[in-house]
């Protein structure tokens, strides 16, 4: 039999489909539309083992929808912004603008070659005025509304990427693409006011029934709705300071109140601004951050000072006052009363300053001698050395009750809170999308006009090592209009912005005038399917929600809330890390396994260490470059080890075994196809059976569930069964008719898992591509069924019985047979349980 010969095939079927555009949408708007949507990449210069998954996964999902007769939307575009490019235009003396370009163009030839049913007319690229336009359009849009304003306000601020970061993007105090830690420092900002739908983006997580439970567990805990009590604190003081009010979601826990603690940028700071050991204590506050992560992990610092809280349930606790840089300005009003037993941030801070400690809450309502020592109480309980709360049960109605008899005695008010903080957009770089704001003299902002719209970016040859080059460009940065000079903003949109709407770009990118079609998006929105990593929960998925919340605000015409209806999140391909004895990374490349128990350095004796299997990184140098992989073995056997390995939500283990082992299986299916058109030849008169019809329908059944629920490992399961039944089916005698019309059908079932093959088998039986086959039920029953027999509840055997028996032919059956009559032996049979088709328990 001749081998399949993948280069010579999938170089002619990605010669077919650029030559006929056949993945170009054919819009007909009377059908049903599905819009199959992957994260879009950053072009880092090559596609890498994640990007060949989660393409992949898309990519049989839209082949599968397109058989089925729908419209698909199936595009690609390129998160092409961002400090990546910026550092390396640096380093490698160009401009961003060129590497991003050469970029995309290597990528773009990389994933042509995985043969991918993408809609290539509508590729975006977010570094390209034609998509920025619109972009500073919507920045526009959003400040009319009242949804974007400017404010100095203390940031997360990298000091090796020289920009500031959202919170989202500082991972443990550090930044999350330079892993510098975070330093605060204030700067005038510009806000998205993502905070004004806090509701209605936690409320409308419960409409995603197609997202996954863990994706909408963590944007909920970072929308953070909590439920608490504004309170207002008397204050001792020669300061004229009579009050200073706090949020809490805790006000049960009062009566163990040892101190209040404030941040260092609360409004009373001001009183302190000449204090030289506040001025001291202000600086050590700015090297911990702004994040709660970055705080948790900090050590707690505290600034006494000469103000006296007094506890409203009891006028005799009179606690001190601390500036604490544990506390955020942004959380509720900057200020938390703290009580040490319970909460294990307090009770640090108070350890540290000798405060008391003083338990409130019980785990056992009998033990009222409970005390912390180093680790704080936080779990549920009963109150007690709380006066008249004393005994209730906590968190509940010790909470109910201590509010209410606060706003009795007007001492607090109910309040709801969101942990959510507005999204700050503006970056001190220079390869991002240009803010669309001038200032005149006096510092006041204004909207650049919409006819000179897009800002673009100036040309820069060679990047400065640091800073942003658009504060030095005078030529760009000074404007005039109508006779009054201006000066452009010089800060960038976060990229986040870039991929808050793409989706939406896609639907109408040719679209000179506006950022996207009414009709167009009508049509095509929301996305039906979209394919992505976990790891953009937040960031990236919570910001395109916000999005759609913000375009649709007093907008009748844009009426879509919510972008994506269904979210798959896919798994990280993984592979073995290698270390030399220096500790240093090591690629597969440059390790020799000998018989899988030692590993040594290429060419050399040395051993070197085998860590645990990550993640491919570059950092960690355990990547494998797709395309040698393709150009070992082809598209169709990456495609079909990426899929088979494991559930496509899991991680995948990398192995040449596996890669090696799916290359054989695609020529074992060549082979096979080989010998259905030499039966095809043989043209036999007549049928011997039906059986291959009936196969055919089960396996039909089989791979569309299975497309469906997203078991796609299961599915690579199914071909091998198919694999091995066909082999023996095709010894049986069918007609050129039965055996065409049933192998084309399994063809379209393998189309969208290994479609270069199942393309080049098609041509060589002379059909075209068929729609996505239906299956009847009839043909699926089994003429011979096995039916459970039990005594007593216990399977004593089982019949092989025709379906449909009768129930009275069972107990006939059962009496004739040696084996299970013995367990009646003539007893008196109280009861049986029928059930048609299934199973006969007989209570005797």
Same mark, same amino acid.
């Given at each position: 039999?001749?081998?399949?010969n993948?280069?010579?095939?999938?170089?002619?079927?990605?010669?077919?489909?650029?030559k006929?555009?056949?993945?170009?949408?054919k819009?007909?708007?009377?059908?049903?539309?599905?819009?199959?949507?992957?994260?879009?990449?950053?072009?880092?210069?090559?596609?890498?083992?994640?990007?060949?998954?989660?393409?992949?996964?898309?990519?049989?999902?839209?082949?599968?929808?397109?058989?089925?007769?729908?419209?698909?939307?199936?595009?690609?575009?390129?998160?092409?912004?961002?400090?990546?490019?910026?550092?390396?235009?640096?380093?490698?003396?160009?401009?961003?603008?060129?590497?991003?370009?050469?970029?995309?163009?290597?990528?773009?030839?990389?994933?042509?070659?995985?043969?991918?049913s993408?809609?290539?007319?509508?590729?975006?690229?977010?570094?390209?005025?034609?998509?920025?336009?619109?972009?500073?359009?919507?920045?526009?849009?959003?400040?009319?509304?009242?949804?974007?304003?400017r404010?100095?306000?203390?940031?997360?601020w990298?000091?090796?990427?020289?920009?500031?970061?959202?919170?989202?993007?500082?991972?443990?105090?550090?930044?999350?693409?330079?892993?510098?830690?975070?330093?605060?420092?204030?700067?005038?900002?510009?806000?998205?006011?993502?905070?004004?739908?806090?509701?209605?983006?936690?409320?409308?997580?419960?409409?995603?029934?197609?997202?996954?439970?863990?994706?909408?567990?963590?944007?909920?805990?970072?929308?953070?709705?909590?439920?608490?009590?504004?309170?207002?604190?008397?204050?001792?003081?020669?300061?004229?300071?009579?009050?200073?009010?706090?949020?809490?979601?805790?006000?049960?826990?009062?009566?163990?109140?040892?101190?209040?603690?404030?941040?260092?940028?609360?409004?009373?700071?001001?009183?302190?601004?000449?204090?030289?050991?506040?001025?001291?204590?202000?600086?050590?506050?700015?090297?911990?951050?702004?994040?709660?992560?970055?705080?948790?992990?900090?050590?707690?610092?505290?600034?006494?000072?000469?103000? @006296?809280?007094?506890?409203?349930?009891? #006028? !005799?606790? &009179?606690?001190? =006052?601390?500036?604490? *840089? %544990?506390v $955020?300005? /942004?959380?509720?009003?900057?200020?938390?009363?703290?009580?040490?037993?319970?909460?294990?941030?307090?009770?640090?801070?108070?350890?540290?300053?000798n405060?008391?400690?003083?338990?409130?809450?019980?785990?056992?309502?009998?033990?009222?001698?409970?005390?912390?020592?180093?680790?704080?109480?936080?779990?549920?309980?009963?109150?007690?050395?709380?006066?008249?709360?004393?005994?209730?049960?906590?968190?509940?109605?010790?909470? @109910?009750?201590?509010?209410?008899?606060? #706003? !009795?005695? &007007?001492?607090? =008010?109910?309040?709801? *809170? %969101?942990? $959510?903080? /507005?999204?700050?957009?503006?970056?001190?770089?220079?390869?991002?999308?240009?803010?669309?704001?001038?200032?005149?003299?006096?510092?006041?902002?204004?909207?650049?006009?919409?006819?000179?719209?897009?800002?673009?970016?100036?040309?820069?040859?060679?990047?400065?090592?640091?800073?942003?080059?658009?504060?030095?460009?005078?030529?760009?940065?000074?404007?005039?209009?109508?006779?009054?000079?201006?000066?452009?903003?010089?800060?960038?949109?976060?990229?986040?912005?870039?991929?808050?709407?793409?989706?939406?770009?896609?639907?109408?990118?040719?679209?000179?005038?506006?950022?996207?079609?009414y009709?167009?998006?009508?049509?095509?929105?929301?996305?039906?399917?979209?394919?992505?990593?976990?790891?953009?929960?937040?960031?990236?998925l919570?910001?395109?929600?916000?999005?759609?919340?913000?375009?649709?605000?007093?907008?009748?015409?844009?009426?879509?809330?919510?972008?994506?209806?269904?979210?798959?999140?896919q798994?990280?391909?993984?592979?073995?890390?290698?270390?030399?004895?220096?500790?240093?990374?090591?690629?597969?490349e440059?390790?020799?396994?000998?018989?899988?128990?030692?590993y040594?350095?290429?060419?050399?004796?040395?051993?070197?260490?085998?860590?645990?299997?990550?993640?491919?990184?570059?950092?960690?140098?355990?990547?494998?470059?797709?395309?040698?992989?393709?150009?070992?073995?082809?598209?169709?056997?990456?495609?079909?080890?990426?899929?088979?390995?494991?559930?496509p939500?899991?991680?995948?283990?990398?192995?040449?075994?596996?890669?090696?082992s799916?290359?054989?299986?695609?020529?074992?299916?060549?082979?096979?196809?080989?010998?259905?058109?030499?039966e095809?030849?043989?043209?036999?008169?007549?049928d011997?059976?039906?059986?291959?019809?009936?196969?055919?329908?089960?396996?039909?059944?089989?791979?569309?569930?299975?497309?469906?629920?997203?078991?796609?490992?299961?599915?690579?399961?199914?071909?091998?069964?198919?694999?091995?039944h066909?082999?023996?089916?095709?010894?049986?005698?069918?007609?050129?008719?039965?055996?065409?019309?049933?192998?084309?059908?399994?063809?379209?079932?393998?189309?969208?898992?290994?479609?270069?093959?199942?393309?080049?088998?098609?041509?060589?039986?002379?059909?075209?591509?068929?729609?996505?086959?239906?299956?009847?039920?009839?043909?699926?029953?089994?003429?011979?069924?096995?039916?459970?027999?039990?005594?007593?509840?216990k399977?004593?055997?089982?019949?092989?019985?025709?379906?449909?028996?009768?129930?009275?032919?069972?107990?006939?059956?059962?009496?004739?047979?040696?084996?299970?009559?013995?367990?009646?032996?003539?007893?008196?049979?109280?009861?049986?349980?029928?059930?048609?088709?299934?199973?006969?328990?007989?209570?005797?």
């Open positions: 039999m001749e081998r399949y993948f280069k010579k095939i999938e170089d002619y079927w990605q010669d077919e489909w650029d006929n555009n056949s993945f170009k949408s819009i007909d708007k009377t059908k049903k539309k599905f819009y199959c949507l992957e994260m879009f990449p950053y072009p880092s210069g090559k596609i890498h083992m994640g990007h060949v998954r989660n393409y992949t996964i898309g990519d049989v999902l839209a082949r599968f929808k397109s058989l089925q007769g729908y419209n698909v939307l199936h595009p690609m575009g390129w998160d092409s912004f961002g400090m990546p490019a910026e550092n390396a235009a640096r380093q490698n003396n160009l401009d961003p603008k060129t590497w991003t370009e050469s970029n995309i163009s290597n990528m773009k030839r990389q994933l042509k070659k995985l043969g991918l993408i809609d290539w007319g509508r590729e975006i690229s977010t570094c390209s005025p034609e998509y920025y336009k619109h972009q500073q359009k919507f920045f526009l849009e959003l400040y009319d509304k009242g949804l974007v304003y404010k100095e306000e203390y940031v997360n990298d000091p090796v990427d020289q920009t500031v970061l959202a919170n989202e993007q500082v991972i443990d105090g550090k930044g999350w693409r330079s892993g510098a830690t975070v330093e605060r420092k204030k700067l005038n900002q510009w806000f998205f006011n993502i905070t004004k739908f806090s509701n209605e983006l936690l409320e409308s997580l419960d409409s995603l029934n197609d997202w996954p439970n863990k994706v909408k567990i963590m944007q909920k805990n970072w929308i953070g709705k909590s439920v608490g009590c504004e309170i207002g604190f008397k204050i001792e003081s020669s300061k004229n300071i009579d009050e200073i009010k706090c949020f809490t979601t805790r006000p049960d826990t009062l009566f163990g109140m040892s101190f209040l603690a404030l941040s260092v940028d609360h409004p009373l700071s001001k009183s302190y601004e000449n204090d030289k050991d506040f001025i001291n204590f202000k600086k050590k506050c700015s090297e911990t951050g702004t994040t709660e992560e970055s705080i948790a992990v900090a050590d707690k610092i505290g600034f006494k000072t000469d103000l @006296i809280a007094i506890n409203p349930l009891n #006028e !005799k606790i &009179k606690v001190p =006052v601390y500036f604490a *840089n %544990f $955020l300005m /942004d959380y509720g009003l900057g200020a938390v009363f703290g009580c040490p037993a319970h909460d294990q941030r307090d009770l640090d801070f108070a350890r540290k300053y405060l008391k400690v003083k338990a409130v809450v019980t785990p056992n309502k009998d033990d009222l001698n409970f005390e912390v020592q180093n680790e704080a109480y936080t779990g549920p309980g009963y109150i007690f050395n709380s006066s008249f709360l004393d005994g209730l049960k906590s968190p509940g109605d010790s909470i @109910i009750k201590t509010i209410e008899h606060l #706003e !009795k005695e &007007k001492l607090g =008010v109910k309040k709801i *809170n %969101f942990r $959510l903080k /507005d999204w700050g957009v503006s970056r001190q770089r220079y390869w991002g999308c240009p803010i669309p704001i001038m200032y005149d003299d006096n510092g006041s902002p204004h909207k650049i006009p919409e006819e000179l719209l897009p800002v673009k970016l100036p040309s820069i040859e060679k990047l400065e090592p640091t800073g942003n080059p658009l504060d030095k460009i005078t030529e760009w940065k000074n404007i005039t209009i109508d006779g009054k000079k201006y000066t452009r903003e010089t800060d960038t949109l976060d990229t986040f912005v870039d991929s808050s709407w793409y989706f939406l770009r896609f639907c109408s990118p040719d679209n000179d005038e506006n950022g996207f079609n009709e167009d998006i009508k049509y095509w929105m929301p996305v039906d399917q979209y394919i992505g990593g976990v790891e953009h929960a937040i960031l990236h919570l910001y395109s929600r916000f999005f759609m919340q913000a375009l649709s605000y007093q907008n009748e015409k844009f009426t879509i809330k919510e972008p994506f209806t269904g979210l798959f999140t798994g990280m391909v993984c592979h073995e890390t290698y270390k030399d004895q220096n500790n240093n990374w090591l690629s597969p440059q390790v020799t396994s000998i018989n899988g128990k030692k040594l350095k290429n060419n050399t004796s040395i051993e070197i260490k085998v860590g645990s299997s990550e993640s491919m990184s570059k950092s960690k140098k355990n990547t494998i470059d797709p395309e040698n992989i393709i150009k070992s073995y082809g598209a169709d056997s990456v495609r079909l080890f990426i899929l088979s390995d494991s559930p939500e899991k991680d995948v283990q990398w192995s040449e075994e596996g890669i090696i799916s290359y054989k299986f695609i020529q074992k299916l060549w082979t096979l196809h080989q010998k259905i058109i030499d095809i030849e043989k043209n036999h008169s007549e011997s059976n039906n059986s291959l019809i009936k196969f055919t329908n089960k396996f039909i059944k089989k791979i569309t569930q299975n497309l469906e629920n997203f078991n796609y490992n299961i599915i690579i399961a199914n071909i091998h069964e198919m694999h091995t066909m082999n023996q089916e095709i010894n049986n005698k069918y007609t050129k008719k039965t055996l065409i019309e049933n192998y084309a059908k399994i063809l379209t079932l393998l189309e969208p898992i290994v479609p270069h093959l199942a393309n080049e088998a098609f041509k060589e039986i002379g059909v075209n591509k068929i729609s996505w086959p239906n299956y009847d039920e009839n043909l699926i029953i089994e003429d011979i069924i096995t039916f459970v027999i039990q005594i007593n509840g399977k004593r055997g089982t019949l092989a019985v025709k379906m449909n028996v009768s129930e009275v032919e069972i107990l006939k059956m059962i009496n004739q047979d040696e084996i299970l009559k013995k367990y009646l032996n003539e007893k008196e049979i109280k009861k049986k349980i029928f059930i048609p088709n299934k199973l006969m328990n007989i209570i005797i």
